[in-house]
């Protein structure tokens, strides 16, 4: 009989191929990108029309590539990036198939435009089909810009098989977020039909993600930082209670690739246990570094799964982690649900367990003072300086003094120089009490109808002003720390706490170093719990960036609205009817009662006509 064993022609393969790499456009959109972060480009455009359907373009100003490499690009198992099987394993590249660019000219029409750097002149290849049209010497900028048009043009059931332009072009999206979030080094932009979608800077991770995701992603993030022999976290994980419905924002990038781990992302739900509502999920932008050679990357050609080699280790390292961030920032206790017990405890209070000896005046030692504090904070931001004896222990928030602790008790600022709406402007009837609406709003009826107050802006405008008047008097209370306060900071982000050092000081802070990459904290605020330390200088370092351009921009302002932003009460938060007096006497006693630091109403009132106008 004859020989029926064929090797299949060189286009068929790559068609075959595609049909692996390239299921939308959305996956060109992936293969494109990630070229061009491998050939070392500090800036990235993407261009898309259609979705994708019609256009997808990418332009980098990466190395680029010679004359022979553009033509053998197009080649199957052509890679500049390994160079036998044992490379697999010590892989700092994206790409390493070789695939991509064949599977691609495989079904649609591709231009690739590139110069090196070394050149004068750079190349045009257009291939259609895997059928290279031409190639031609063109005058181009140095790196690399591949257009793939007409996707699936020769192949009719995958072009008809492509979801709705809305579909796709969410696909095309999301992929463009997981790489700009990987790569918050590298500038990208993204044009979809001709207008621009995101233009994301240079930036570090926190404005990255909030960059793509809007200002308000900045309030609902904690840190997470973990660095283990086997494995390095750093990231970001969502307050729980911004927990969304949808698994919509959760990334996990290992070395920089972008995977999807049910059981890595069961570690995360799992250090969530109990703070989160049913139905809800935690949103999480977490990297994670290991050795290259523990991992597997090669078992999945889209390359989003991953094989561990010490999956276990790996899981419970993530879930102490994201706890211990969660209990650090003092996460629970604005929750009103059930909670982990474990979390009652902010961290350093644990590790300082063994120094029990040391405090041991202090009988009345109460772990949970910090939670009782914060809430006291909230609302009297200014507790009366301590002796300075007794400031030796306030990283503990001991109080000696105070016999019977009592958890519930709110204490308020001692010396009170509030012009009470309620008795002095007569605005507010003396007997009168307020109203707390869905942990958010405070009703009060005046003399001409009824005031509804925005419990988080109007706190906002309280703690703003009295962060002003430190800065400007320049002799805040300052309550000095147990034990220094050690925390990391990118170099970039040094130099802003350098630049801002001096006012910070004003506000209380004191600090025994800035240097490097780490700032040593001696002292905080009076009021301002450690566990939060943190939180603030990460908000105070991000709005600063954000906020360099503004020709307005005043250091001390910008301190001011940071930290109040930080420290004042959020939506969500219960307050006792004498808190919510207290806030409301407080922010009448403020200069601009009416809006918040960033010029947002703080109340609004309604007048018994309006209502009843509504009544007839
Ligand atoms: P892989 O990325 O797996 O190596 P590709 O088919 O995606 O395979 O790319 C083939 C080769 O073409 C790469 O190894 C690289 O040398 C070169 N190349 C592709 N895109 C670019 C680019 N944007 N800039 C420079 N070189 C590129
Ligand atoms: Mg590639």
Not at 256 to 281: C, P, Q
Not at 487 to 510: C, N, R
Not at 585 to 609: H, Q
């Amino acid at each position: 009989m004859a020989d029926i064993i064929q090797l299949l022609p060189d286009h068929v393969a790559n068609q075959i191929a595609a049909g692996e790499v390239v299921q939308r456009p959305a996956s060109v959109v992936k293969e494109l990108l990630e070229n061009a972060i491998d050939a070392g480009a500090d800036t990235i455009k993407l261009i898309i029309k259609d979705a994708g359907k019609t256009l997808v373009q990418v332009i980098d100003n990466g190395k680029g590539m010679s004359n022979t490499d553009a033509r053998l690009s197009f080649e199957r198992h052509a890679t500049s990036k390994i160079r036998s099987a044992e490379d697999l394993f010590q892989l700092h590249t994206k790409g390493f198939r070789g695939e991509a660019l064949a599977s691609i000219a495989a079904i649609a029409h591709v231009e690739l435009k590139t110069k090196q750097e070394t050149d004068d002149v750079g190349n045009c290849l257009i291939i259609e089909g895997s059928n290279v049209v031409s190639q031609d010497i063109v005058v181009t900028p140095t790196g690399t810009s591949v257009s793939v048009k007409n996707l699936f043009f020769n192949i009719p059931a995958r072009r008809n098989f492509l979801k709705s332009d809305s579909v796709e072009l969410r696909h095309v999206i999301d992929e463009f977020h997981r790489v700009a979030l990987a790569h918050p080094n590298i500038s990208f932009a993204l044009y979809n039909n001709g207008s621009e979608s995101f233009n994301l800077p240079i930036s570090n991770y926190r404005q990255r993600i909030v960059n793509i995701f809007g200002s308000k992603t900045n309030e609902k993030l904690v840190p997470v930082e973990e660095d283990t022999e086997v494995l390095k976290i750093s990231g970001f994980v969502g307050k729980p209670e911004f927990a969304k419905k949808t698994r919509g924002e959760q990334y996990f990038f290992v070395n920089d690739r972008f995977i999807k781990s049910a059981y890595l992302n069961h570690a995360i739900a799992s250090a969530f246990d109990g703070l989160l509502k049913t139905g809800t999920h935690a949103s999480y932008f977490l990297n994670l570094k290991v050795d290259p050679q523990t991992i597997d990357i090669n078992i999945h050609p889209t390359k989003t799964e991953i094989k561990f080699d010490d999956e276990h280790t790996l899981y419970a390292i993530l879930r102490s982690a994201v706890k211990h961030s969660l209990g650090q920032f003092n996460i629970a206790p604005v929750l009103d649900f059930d909670r982990d017990p474990n979390l009652d405890t902010p961290y350093s209070y644990k590790r300082s367990d063994t120094d029990t000896p040391k405090v041991e005046v202090d009988r009345s030692f109460n772990p949970f003072q910090d939670e009782v504090n914060s809430k006291a904070r909230a609302i009297a931001y200014k507790k009366e300086p301590s002796p300075s004896w007794e400031g030796l222990y306030v990283g503990l928030e001991s109080k000696g003094n105070e016999s019977k602790p009592n958890f519930t008790e709110v204490r308020f600022e001692s010396e009170e120089q509030t012009a009470s709406i309620f008795e002095e402007d007569n605005q507010v009837e003396k007997s009168q009490t307020t109203y707390q609406l869905h942990n958010k709003y405070i009703v009060s009826t005046i003399k001409s109808g009824m005031l509804v107050i925005d419990q988080h802006r109007a706190h906002q405008r309280v703690l703003y002003e009295d962060f002003l008047q430190n800065l400007t008097i320049k002799e805040a209370a300052s309550q000095q720390l147990l034990f220094p306060l050690q925390l990391h900071f990118s170099p970039q982000d040094i130099e802003i706490i350098k630049q801002l050092k001096v006012d910070l000081e004003h506000t209380g802070f004191a600090f025994s170093s800035v240097k490097e990459e780490f700032v040593d904290i001696t002292g905080v605020p009076v009021g301002v719990p450690e566990s939060e330390v943190s939180i603030i200088l990460e908000q105070l370092i991000s709005d600063v960036e954000n906020e360099v351009p503004d020709s307005h921009f005043s250091a001390s302002d910008l301190l001011a609205k940071s930290m109040a932003k930080s420290l004042a009460i959020k939506t969500g938060q219960t307050l006792q009817k004498d808190e919510q007096e207290h806030l409301v006497n407080k922010l009448f006693a403020c200069k601009e009662p009416n809006v918040s630091p960033t010029n947002r109403a703080t109340f609004i009132t309604m007048s018994v006509d309006e209502l009843d106008k509504k009544f007839i």
